[in-house]
């Protein structure tokens, strides 16, 4: 019964009282500003983990812990870029539940 809104990541983790302000601000169009301006802090998140990367050189378990943090940052900016996309496009998917022997859309 048509398509549940789930916040992403990086929308559960922003303050919600600052959301709240931009949602009564801009009614029906702030969940369109509110994933932009995510979809901007993640870049901005991955990009300077990426310039004050660590060494080469260092201990391994430094360059792993840097390397999650930028997976960790790169799935959610790669989230609200999907989801931006999305919302901007006039083609929506349905979601298909599949059951034995079905192999397709009811």
Known sequence: ??????????????????????????????????????????????????????????EYSIREERAFENMKWAIQMQEQFERLSINGSAVVFPVCEFEDNQTGCP
Do not use: M
Not at 18 to 45: C, M, N, W
């Open 1 to 58: 019964a048509g398509v549940q809104y789930e916040p992403s990541a990086l929308e559960s983790e922003v303050d919600q009282d600052h959301l709240k302000v931009i949602r009564e601000a801009y009614g029906s169009r702030a969940q369109t500003l509110i994933t932009v301006l995510l979809a901007f802090d993640a870049y901005f998140r991955w990009y300077y983990a990426l310039v004050k990367s660590v060494p080469f050189t260092c």
